[in-house]
């Protein structure tokens, strides 16, 4: 079956860096994406990982290990902004489509 | 990153009446868009696929009838929740692939069914 698994929810203070984890496993793999979305908002798109490896981009980082079906992403110097749940999604292959699996999502809180 | 509009962004209906929402890729052309369902607190539900210039393909469990869908063109498709019901009240998002493989996301439709 095709699963997502993420924590529910952290915790971390301004200024910190926290890693969020996610672990997957999919019927094919095209790539990972995360996403961030605030409450009562859209998501909308942080990074993609097709390779394995680190790709920086600004405060946020995403790693992917393929072989090990697993995923972080890190934010550095966190702001108060940064509040919001962050999505990690796979794009497997579904017949002819291909579409995002998406897990539940972390809640992040950032505490003063 | 791309731009995708959606309209309206919040709509409040009698139940029995259908409602139709836009979405539209504003400087790219997506040959996929998807439209996705968010219950409060709850994940993303993708309710359907659908490509430029077919029919859409809909998850198990999403009435096709019920939730039509087209997608005439490059830049937009359309998501109609006909005869809505007080349980069809949800946040609807659509988002919008081109030749990328990112999808990107629209505001979201907030539909509230009296």
């Known amino acids: 079956g095709q699963n997502i698994d993420q924590p529910t929810e952290m915790t971390a203070t301004e200024g910190a860096i926290v890693q969020i984890n996610c672990t997957y496993q999919?019927?094919?793999?095209?790539?990972l994406f995360w996403y961030q979305q605030h409450a009562g908002e859209a998501p909308t798109f942080l990074s993609y990982n097709v390779l394995d490896g680190l790709e920086e981009k600004g405060r946020f980082s995403s790693f992917l290990s393929r072989s090990k079906g697993y995923s972080y992403l890190l934010l550095k110097e966190l702001q108060m902004k940064d509040s919001a749940s962050y999505l990690c999604?796979?794009?497997?292959?579904?017949?002819?489509?291909?579409?995002?699996?998406w897990g539940l999502g972390t809640s992040l809180g950032v505490n003063p | 990153g791309a731009v995708v509009s959606q309209h309206p962004s919040r709509v409040i209906c009698k139940s029995g009446t259908s409602v139709k929402i836009e979405c539209r890729s504003l400087?790219?052309?997506?040959?996929?868009m998807f439209w996705y369902r968010q219950f409060p607190k709850q994940s993303l539900m993708l309710m359907a696929t659908?490509?430029?210039?077919?029919?859409?393909?809909?998850e198990q469990g999403v009435e096709k009838d019920k939730f039509l869908i087209n997608h005439a063109s490059l830049t937009l498709s359309t998501l109609t929740v006909t005869s809505a019901h007080p349980e069809d009240s949800s946040f609807y998002i659509c988002?919008?692939?081109?030749?990328?493989?990112?999808?990107?996301f629209g505001p979201g439709t907030r539909l509230l069914v009296l």
């Open positions: 999919t019927s094919g793999f095209n790539g």
């Open positions: 999604a796979v794009e497997a292959n579904a017949g002819n489509n291909r579409k995002l699996i």
């Open positions: 988002s919008a692939r081109g030749e990328e493989e990112t999808q990107y």
């Open positions: 659908s490509n430029e210039g077919s029919k859409a393909t809909y």
């Open positions: 400087d790219f052309q997506a040959t996929t």
